[in-house]
């Protein structure tokens, strides 16, 4: 595989109910925590949050839900604790707001430069305060940036092509989904952990 361009960030959502104690990624310990569904990117991802923290899945009662699922074991009274990576705002999130007093756990600044400089993969990143009901306050959290890849097979002046007229047309983009606006040049090689395709780096 051979990277075109990082995308946009999605977020690290550590969602749980206020008033329950859970304030830091180590308050998980003996909680009922969703970790993403079998074979998930959720599932890669809290993996390497808990491989940070020193912690195991035997640490917690873990539930290997999709986003739907976890928002709907809170509503069930079933969860403490639910991981979901994906843009925000996030629809279920949000439906589960409207009813549920819900918070979002915050990573502080030690655990997030020792998460980053064990997988690159991820950058330090934030939701905004008011992101969803409630959530008052910003919140700190790890990101994962959405990328366009390709084989790295593909000839060099194709993967030229490709690029110089993703980038050349990104307002069009920008037209149709408001996360679009958060794919730049200047962004281009944020998080990207596998080499860049030549035909996408001479662009």
Request: overall charge negative; aromatic content about 10%.
């Amino acid at each position: 595989l051979r990277v075109v361009a990082s995308l946009y960030p999605e977020h690290v959502q550590c969602i749980t109910l206020k008033g329950n104690g859970v304030e830091d990624i180590m308050d998980i310990r003996g909680k009922r925590v969703s970790v993403g569904a079998p074979g998930s990117g959720v599932l890669g991802d809290v993996t390497a949050l808990l491989k940070v923290a020193e912690m195991k899945f035997g640490d917690m009662e873990p539930d290997f839900l999709d986003f739907n699922n976890t928002t709907q074991r809170f509503k069930d009274g079933q969860l403490d604790v639910g991981f979901v990576v994906a843009g925000y705002p996030t629809s279920s999130i949000m439906d589960l707001a409207t009813t549920h007093d819900i918070d979002l756990v915050s990573f502080n600044d030690d655990f997030m430069s020792r998460l980053v400089a064990q997988y690159p993969f991820f950058v330090k990143d934030r939701i905004p305060a008011g992101t969803y009901t409630g959530v008052d306050k910003d919140v700190q959290t790890p990101a994962v940036l959405a990328m366009l890849i390709c084989d790295s097979q593909l000839p060099d002046d194709v993967v030229y092509k490709f690029t110089k007229t993703f980038w050349e047309n990104i307002e069009e983009l920008y037209k149709v989904h408001a996360k679009a606006k958060e794919i730049t040049l200047a962004t281009a090689l944020d998080g990207v952990s596998v080499p860049v395709h030549p035909g996408a780096a001479q662009y």
